[in-house]
């Protein structure tokens, strides 16, 4: 049975896909690890960790290496019949062992405190946050950034070394916030407003996910996170602040008389008639470099996968989708032709 | 050695057979039936566990669609932590009990075989789901909305009612053992000259007394919001899911104590044996144990630290669960002075006892840095807890459980388990484990989050994960090595006679098996571990030495004798219940199969109150 | 109910009785915790009453007055009841076990009518999360105060026909523990969810 484990692992490590592009774009091999803080959050959350770990290690090595010594030490031998002092307890040792653990964690609950408060107190106004607003859907994340008046999905850009400050509820079920290199998860409640503060130090690519069960696709419900200098980061929003122009020619044209059809009825195209918000904003998809809550890599080959049959790459229920109540699970697959594919993604190709 | 009287007939007629197992009223029957129960379970958790690990062996996983993998966490959790942990312990609650206070049988016999009877109702309507449309699939913990979204797919029906039914079974055995201890107590044993496990079985089921209506309340509001339209969790009409968070943890919280103290008081019992000493800071283990309870309600919302609660209640979580931490040290240190200066006999029993100290150690441990709550920001939701939980639930409450079967099986069969074999099942457990668990603390901390189907490539997650994978199917081996020794060990196994470990408490006392009415005469108690001073004085220099000649145990049966008759009422209620729940399921057709089970309910009800507990019948 | 008694020891009999006593105190114990969470709940709600009615429009406090006062007077005949037992009185005593069902039976009605306006006035158990947590917790309550009178029925009537035996007097306290826990638990939900919000 384990030969068979065994070769069942080596075969499937064989089969690479890369589904998510990660190669080109990572060079961390462990591009979510939250022990490598890129940002002033995750960075106090780091040191904080690492005093109650070695605080926690100390007293394991201690603990585990007296219950070896004791094992060994008093072990019966074979055939031995030792006499046994019959020791009922000892008041001092029961003082010390009740005072030494409430000592130690009162030590590490001091720093625990003031990290906390510290971190969940929003942002001065010296620090000129950046304010964006972040809605979980099932599953995708929906970013509008207020100060500017634009809205996207799934990749946040945000300008490097400058407070962030997210302002975050939900469409349909409990969702959360976590970026590991950043700061700590947040969730999202419907209903409520929760708030995260964010930062990198340095512009970057930061890799996250959802991290409260949210249904069928929720590890399939990723986030990326841009950081840029400020000047790069002025020039994204300004693109994200421009409507898409649609060409009336071409096989783009073609692609716009399906989407304002078919896929209206779901997603905004600004500066169009489609003005749903019931899916991913699209107005500059082209700009981004993963599509399907982060998962695929903005990829032809990706894209035609996916509209050809959504719910094959990533598990969906559309058919359970009630609009009214506002309960979305997923894209339907929409019976599109190959030509009508190749129009999208015509468009899709405009949208920068 | 002690000499006992001989096994004696029952002084009332013992139905045979299937039909006596199913109207048993007898406490050791009914624990028999929890404990083989519980094992049952335990394997389907166990595959259920090894199919995720299948799936998660390696990246982009193709075993298992998302749905079959959700339904699978879902009834793993669900099916290891009511259908197994919980029974098991009550498996020993309900032989041992009674044997340890020197009591006949339970307070209210019948009551108890009814919680058995419902408890496997709703077992099987959990298990059940898997054929009919589709087991659970929206975590153990069901977070609402996710929860009460779905109405088409009546999956999450399922899983509020089945809760509900376990956890009547477990409120009403409750009822019965609290009345059990402060009531039936052999003369002399006072409270606190109880043993250590019959404590911490008072305590863990006053625990489930406060812990499982608030969860009933909160499963009742989920079923209504599915099937009545009511809008408890409703977030667009003002319901609040955090309120379902409250409930469930304010329940969830005492509910990892009541997995976890039956454990520690079977290891607080193995330890003193096999080290031939007391244990050591007795009433200072009880009060901790105590002390937990309390402390257990005041700490549910660590749970909830990325919820949103804002800074102060997570800054007062935070505290009182980092300071529920010190009677937990508190046992931990009086267990290690136990084995100071002890003549350890490391038989397998005692092996499942020390690897439980190792192991929760560890567990614990990993608890405390949860407590931290900005470090728990990271760390909620990934494999790190993942980690933490299955060292204080399979290192901790696994392991003693079963070191408690390596210890009562030979009272309970009469027959020794091979110890050839269990320490094979040892070392293969605490190989396997660790190497299951012990690299999910890296795989969260690397950003591994929980509950996810799949993971890609290029996230470093690979080798941790095949590593734990190999290590599932271990421990997969190791639990087949038990089985094997069970099955062995009940065709023809070693006699174990009344008193094979030179044991200090009531039950070794008598013949193994005992007789159906225990002790021939109730023992009058006169001390803490009462038979250990009858065996052994102390000398001078605080030795033990055997008193010569040993004591004669044996005693004339007394007379009047009543034991509870057998009855098929309760099984009867039981399966009414299981007939009203199957047809809650499917409302509106459904209230036909919810009339028809209420009248088998009430007319088991309605013949039990009618009959005598005991009936004349020789 | 049985009343054979379980011979356990030397000395002293563990009479049914007293187990029974001691059961029912626990259970209600765990009982606190039921309907603390219903209260909670409603408590958490008491405000969100979405497009439909609230406390101040739809409670009519001196029916609702009227009501608990019913139910307080059959927790004073329950005190009668079992003090008609202890003196064995059994003749007395179910008149009033019977007196307290009929009064319990009142308030039951008295619960189902004002239930119905409310739901003709607009606020139903899917109104609101207000409507929801305010018909839960009232019917768990109502259902407790069924099982009371199904009981006090039952006690009455087993006396009638002489299956209690000795235990009489013991079995009359259990069902009074209970019930009067009930009347309790309905002084706490008058308060709290009646007087409190207007």
């Known amino acids: 049975m384990l030969l068979l484990l065994a070769a069942m692992l080596i075969v499937s490590a064989c089969a690479g896909t890369d589904r998510l592009g990660l190669e080109s ?121 207020p100060e500017y008046g634009f809205t996207t999905a799934n990749e946040l850009h945000i300008p490097a070394g400058r407070q ?189 | 050695m002690a000499t006992l009287s001989p096994p004696v007939e029952a002084p009332v007629a013992v139905r045979r057979g299937v039909w006596g197992w199913i109207t048993t009223t007898d406490h050791k029957k009914i624990g028999i039936l929890y404990g083989s129960s519980a094992i049952v ?63 006949r049988d339970v307070a209210f016999p019948r009551l108890n075989a009814f919680s058995y009877w419902v408890f496997l109702s709703g077992g099987l309507f959990l298990t059940v789901s898997f054929f009919l449309g589709g087991a659970p699939d929206g975590g153990w913990f069901g977070y609402a909305p996710l929860s009460t979204q779905v109405t088409e797919v009546v999956r999450m029906d399922y899983w509020a009612l089945g809760l509900i039914i376990v956890g009547t079974a477990s409120l009403l055995a409750s009822v019965n053992f609290i009345t059990t201890v402060f009531t039936m107590r052999a003369p002399g044993m006072t409270l606190m000259r109880m043993p250590v496990f019959a404590w911490m079985s008072l305590v863990v089921n006053f625990l489930l007394l406060f812990s499982l209506p608030i969860i009933t309340v909160g499963l ?61 800071g007795r009433s200072f ?50 267990w290690m002075g136990t084995i100071w200066g002890g003549s350890l006999r490391l038989n397998s029993s005692m092996l499942f006892s020390l690897g439980f100290i190792a192991m929760f150690v560890i567990g614990g441990l990993s608890g405390v840095t949860h407590a931290v709550a900005p470090a728990d920001w990271q760390q909620h939701d990934t494999y790190y807890v993942v980690a933490h939980f299955h060292y204080v639930l399979v290192g901790g409450a696994i392991f003693g459980l079963i070191s408690g079967l390596y210890y009562w099986w030979p009272k309970i069969t009469g027959k020794l388990l091979d110890e050839r074999l269990g320490k094979w099942h040892f070392w293969l457990m605490m190989i396997g484990f660790n190497l299951t668990f012990a690299p999910m603390h890296i795989l969260g901390l690397n950003g591994m989050p929980r509950r996810t189907y799949r993971y890609p490539e290029g996230l470093g997650f690979e080798f941790w994960n095949a590593m734990a994978t190999i290590g599932s199917f271990l421990i997969g081996v190791a639990m087949l090595v038990l089985f094997w020794n069970l099955y062995r060990t009940w065709r023809r196994g070693e006699i174990a006679g009344p008193d094979p470990w030179d044991g200090r408490t009531l039950e070794w006392t008598i013949s193994s098996p005992p007789p159906e009415h225990n002790f021939d005469q109730i023992p009058v108690v006169e001390r803490e571990d009462d038979f250990w001073h009858r065996k052994y004085r102390t000398a001078e220099d605080g030795t033990a030495i055997a008193i010569e000649p040993a004591p004669d145990m044996s005693f004339e049966r007394e007379d009047n004798i009543h034991l509870p008759s057998p009855s098929f009422y309760p099984t009867l209620a039981a399966a009414g219940l299981f007939v009203v729940v199957m047809g809650l399921v499917y409302v509106p057709w459904g209230l036909v199969a919810v009339g028809v089970g209420a009248v088998l309910t009430l007319w088991g009800l309605f013949g039990w109150s009618m009959e005598p507990l005991t009936r004349e019948e020789h | 109910m049985s009343t054979d008694t379980l011979v356990q020891d030397h000395g002293g009999t563990h009479d049914v009785s007293h ?144 299956r209690l035996r000795d235990g009489e007097g013991m079995n009359v306290e259990i069902v009074g523990l209970y019930w009067h826990f009930v009347d309790i638990v309905w002084i706490v939900i008058f308060t709290v969810v009646y007087l409190m919000q207007v």
Not at chain 1, 108 to 133: F, G, H, K, M, Y
Not at chain 1, 245 to 252: D, K, L, V
């Open chain 3, 19 to 162: 187990l029974r006593k001691v059961a029912m105190w626990v259970f209600l114990g765990s009982e606190v915790l039921l309907f603390g969470s219903l209260i909670t709940t409603f408590l958490l709600y008491r405000t969100r009453i979405g497009d439909g009615p609230g406390a101040e429009e739809i409670f009519d406090i001196p029916f609702t007055s009227v009501s608990s006062f019913i139910l307080l007077m059959s927790s004073l005949t329950m005190v009668m009841a079992h003090h008609s037992a202890s003196r064995k009185d059994w003749r007395q005593m179910r008149v009033w076990l019977l007196a307290t069902g009929m009064l319990g039976m009142v308030f039951l009605s008295g619960q189902v009518f004002e239930f119905t306006e409310f739901v003709e006035e607009g606020l139903t158990v899917t109104t609101s999360p207000f409507g929801s947590s305010f018909f839960v917790l009232t019917g768990f309550h109502g259902a407790h105060v069924a099982v009371g009178v199904l009981m006090l029925l039952a006690t009455a009537f087993m006396s009638f026909t002489g």
């Open chain 1, 164 to 352: 962030v400050y997210l302002t975050m509820t939900s469409a349909d079920v409990i969702h959360s916030f976590w970026a590991p290199q950043l700061a700590g998860k947040r969730d999202l409640v419907p209903g409520r407003e929760t708030n995260l503060k964010i930062e990198a130090d340095e512009p970057g690519l930061y890799l996250g996910q959802c991290a409260e069960f949210c249904g069928l696709a929720h590890a399939d419900m990723r986030l990326r996170v841009f950081a840029s200098t400020d000047a790069e980061f002025e020039a994204w929003a300004l693109a994200q602040n421009q409507p898409a122009s649609i060409p009336t020619e071409g096989p783009a044209a073609a692609g716009w008389e399906t989407f304002s059809v078919v896929c209206a009825s779901c997603h905004t195209i600004d500066g169009t008639s489609a003005g749903a918000e019931l899916a991913p904003n699209l107005t500059h998809f082209a700009s981004r470099s993963t599509f399907g809550g982060a998962t695929f890599a903005n990829t032809e080959q990706h894209l035609r996968e996916w509209l050809a049959d959504p719910s094959a790459l990533k598990p969906m229920r559309p058919e359970l989708n009630d609009l009214e109540v506002g309960r979305v699970l997923g894209m339907p697959d929409l019976g599109l032709t190959e030509d009508q594919i190749d129009g999208l993604i015509a468009l899709l190709e405009t949208l920068e």
């Open chain 2, 220 to 280: 009742i509001q989920v079923f209504l919001d599915r099937n009545l339209g009511t809008l408890f969790f409703d977030a667009a009409s003002g319901g609040d899911p955090i309120l379902w968070q409250h409930m469930f943890w304010l329940f969830g919280h005492p509910e990892v104590y009541v997995l976890i103290l039956p454990a520690m008081g079977i290891v607080s019992e193995v330890l003193p044996t096999f080290a031939r000493k007391p244990l050591f």
């Open chain 1, 25 to 145: 774009v990572v060079s961390d091999d462990i591009p979510q690890n939250s022990l490598n803080p890129a940002g002033p959050e995750a960075r106090q959350i780091d040191d904080l960790w690492w005093l109650v770990f070695w605080i926690a290690t100390a007293v394991f090595v201690v603990v585990e290496t007296a219950l070896i010594y004791m094992i060994v030490r008093f072990r019966q031998r074979r055939g031995e019949d030792r006499p046994v002092k019959q020791v009922h307890g000892n008041i001092t040792l029961e003082i010390i062992w009740t005072v030494i653990p409430a000592v130690l964690l009162a030590a590490i609950a001091i720093p625990t405190v003031a990290t906390l408060l510290d971190l969940r107190s929003a942002p001065e106004p010296s620090d000129n946050a950046l304010q964006i607003e972040v809605t979980g859907h099932q599953w995708w994340w929906e970013f509008s950034y």
């Open chain 2, 41 to 103: 379970f335990f394997v389907v958790g166990g595959i259920e566990a090894l199919l995720i690990r299948v799936q998660l062996a390696a990246p982009n996983g193709e075993f298992l669609s998302a749905d079959a993998y959700n339904q699978m966490f879902t009834m793993h959790a669900t099916t290891m932590v009511f259908l197994v942990v919980m029974p098991a312990a009550a498996a020993f609650t309900n032989y041992m009990l009674p044997l340890l206070i020197g009591a």
């Open chain 2, 285 to 334: 283990v009880i009060f901790s144990g105590i002390a937990i309870g309390f402390m257990g309600f005041g700490v549910w919302a660590h749970h909830m630290f990325t919820s949103g609660l804002g800074p102060v209640a997570e800054a007062a979580f935070a505290l009182t669960t980092m300071f529920i931490a010190v009677p937990t040290g508190v046992k931990i240190f009086n």
